[in-house]
């Protein structure tokens, strides 16, 4: 099994910046692929980016160049840096871990972009 614990969003303007960190209860390199989904009301939960064990990233369109996954080996932790923030940004950001085969999935962060 693996445990994550997210934390770090909140209330922000367009324009400015959070950062989203996303704590794993076991090895990233046991883990097949860290991801960042989110959710707006009324919408499926999609794909923010993900980055498999081996380093390999994928950004959804709509944030590449201002989003940025990273990953710190030591703490078991995945960061994802959010720059130049729309309203359209606004959701609740999930970790996930993909592991033996079986999805797992943080508590949820709210992150909203308004003036």
């Known amino acids: 099994q693996v445990q994550l614990v997210e934390s770090g969003g909140g209330l922000v303007q367009p324009g400015g910046s959070l950062r989203l960190s996303c704590a794993a209860s076991r090895s990233l390199f046991s883990i097949d692929r860290m991801g960042w989904y989110r959710q707006a009301p009324e919408k499926e939960r999609e794909l923010v980016v993900d980055i498999t064990n081996g380093g390999s990233v994928n950004y959804r369109d709509s944030v590449k160049g201002r989003f940025t996954i990273s990953r710190d080996i030591d703490t078991n932790t995945v960061y994802l840096q959010m720059n130049s923030l729309k309203p359209e940004d606004t959701a609740v950001y999930y970790c996930?871990?993909?592991?033996?085969?079986?999805?797992?999935w943080g508590q949820g962060t709210q992150v909203t972009v308004s003036s």
């Open positions: 996930s871990a993909k592991f033996s085969g079986y999805d797992y």
